[in-house]
């Protein structure tokens, strides 16, 4: 069964930093392009960042720059998004996502598969 799953989400306090894992099972996560997604109440899924298959390239929004940092750890085939000086506005559901497209920021571009997303709640 292919499937994503995602982890390290919670209660956090404004100013803290956190890691999330996706996790996948069924597939070799380093032969895709992995997505980070978040929905914000009310809102669509926005484009949090990837990292490509190809050379592990790097993209992120601007609202995360310089606060966020994907990596992959292939031995456990896992892929990770750390924020630092979280933000009231990064309450949300984040969700990872995998496509064999090379670098697209695109949710619909993401069509292999989805994890089900883990809650981070930020507080002042």
């Known amino acids: 069964q292919v499937q994503l799953v995602e982890s390290g989400g919670g209660l956090l306090q404004a100013g803290d930093s956190l890691r999330l894992a996706c996790a996948g099972s069924g597939l070799t996560l380093s032969i895709y392009t992995m997505g980070w997604f978040r929905r914000t109440p009310g809102n669509d899924r926005e484009f949090v960042g990837y990292i490509s298959w190809i050379r592990d390239k790097l993209e992120y929004a601007d609202f995360v720059k310089g606060r966020a940092t994907i990596s992959r750890d292939n031995a456990n085939n896992t892929v990770y998004l750390e924020m630092n000086n979280l933000k009231l506005d990064d309450t949300a559901i984040y969700y990872c996502?995998?496509?064999?497209?090379?670098?697209?920021?695109?949710?619909?571009?993401?069509?292999?598969?989805w994890g089900k997303g883990t809650q981070v709640t930020v507080s002042s």
């Open positions: 996502a995998a496509t064999r497209r090379p670098n697209t920021a695109k949710s619909e571009d993401y069509d292999v598969v």
